[in-house]
């Protein structure tokens, strides 16, 4: 017992140490080759520590080489900047002056309730508020908000109807609302196929944020049915 304990305490140290020596973006913003590597010491570090037959060097010494490994990449991620690009990835622009770029979301495995998510976190609740957004090289979400004016107030949350060329139900339920209404909307802003529109979204006044696939994003103000609140 009293062995594990003394070789659990040296692997801890020399871990504290080598996490210190990798600087502060290693334990904030991680690139993806710093995750793998980051997994691979923590894996490396439990072998020693829970089987005494083997040696403690061995596990020190490989965690030392993940650590020179480390600095190798970081060095060459700093000096060449095709490599950086190759070995951290580049940001991704999944919104711009014309809306949401479908093909950058998709690229990155993503959806346009990933994304609405993302804006929530964000403090933005409605696809208009902002110019640009995008994801950064590690995951973080960034956003520029627009500068004609201020955020509207609203009387509730927007809400995702339609995503990727289908209704959402709950959301449909949730607004009281139903296909009848939005077939009207769409049949109004001279859209003939649900399959054609990527997003549209409502809130509480009427507002409806609408894109379709190749095609630059919309608003406009519908009457909401009776009844219709949440």
Same mark, same amino acid.
């Given at each position: 017992?009293?062995?594990?304990?003394?070789?659990?305490?040296?692997?801890?140290?020399?871990?504290?140490?080598v996490?210190?020596?990798m600087?502060?973006?290693?334990?904030?913003?991680?690139?993806?080759?710093?995750?793998?590597?980051?997994?691979?010491?923590?894996?490396?570090?439990?072998?020693?520590m829970?089987?005494?037959?083997?040696?403690?060097?061995?596990?020190?010494?490989?965690?030392?080489?993940?650590?020179?490994l480390?600095?190798?990449?970081?060095l060459?991620?700093?000096?060449?900047?095709?490599?950086?690009?190759?070995?951290?990835?580049?940001?991704?622009?999944v919104?711009?002056?014309?809306g949401i770029?479908?093909? +950058?979301?998709?690229?990155?495995?993503?959806?346009v309730?990933?994304?609405?998510e993302?804006?929530?976190?964000?403090?933005?609740?409605?696809?208009?508020?902002?110019?640009?957004?995008l994801?950064?090289?590690?995951?973080?979400?960034s956003?520029?908000?627009?500068?004609?004016?201020?955020?509207?107030?609203?009387?509730?949350l927007?809400?995702?109807?339609?995503g990727?060329?289908?209704?959402?139900?709950?959301?449909?339920?949730l607004?009281?609302?139903?296909r009848?209404?939005?077939?009207?909307?769409?049949?109004? +802003?001279?859209?003939?196929?649900?399959?054609?529109?990527?997003v549209?979204?409502?809130d509480?006044?009427?507002?409806?944020?609408?894109?379709?696939?190749?095609?630059?994003?919309?608003?406009?103000?519908?009457?909401?049915?009776?009844g219709?609140?949440?």
């Amino acid at each position: 017992m009293g062995l594990i304990f003394l070789r659990t305490a040296i692997v801890f140290v020399a871990l504290l140490i080598v996490m210190r020596l990798m600087g502060k973006r290693q334990i904030g913003e991680m690139q993806p080759f710093e995750l793998v590597i980051t997994l691979l010491i923590a894996e490396l570090a439990c072998i020693p520590m829970a089987d005494t037959s083997i040696p403690l060097l061995y596990g020190l010494v490989s965690v030392l080489t993940i650590f020179l490994l480390h600095q190798l990449l970081l060095l060459a991620d700093l000096k060449c900047k095709p490599f950086k690009a190759a070995l951290g990835g580049k940001p991704s622009v999944v919104i711009n002056k014309n809306g949401i770029d479908i093909p +950058q979301l998709r690229k990155n495995s993503l959806d346009v309730s990933d994304l609405i998510e993302s804006m929530r976190g964000a403090g933005y609740f409605s696809l208009d508020e902002v110019a640009y957004a995008l994801y950064e090289a590690n995951g973080k979400f960034s956003a520029m908000p627009r500068e004609d004016g201020p955020r509207e107030a609203r009387g509730s949350l927007p809400v995702l109807i339609v995503g990727d060329g289908k209704y959402e139900e709950k959301n449909l339920a949730l607004t009281k609302t139903g296909r009848p209404f939005f077939d009207a909307v769409l049949k109004q +802003q001279n859209i003939r196929s649900l399959r054609k529109v990527y997003v549209l979204t409502l809130d509480g006044t009427g507002k409806v944020y609408l894109q379709c696939r190749g095609e630059k994003f919309r608003t406009f103000r519908v009457a909401l049915p009776e009844g219709c609140a949440w």
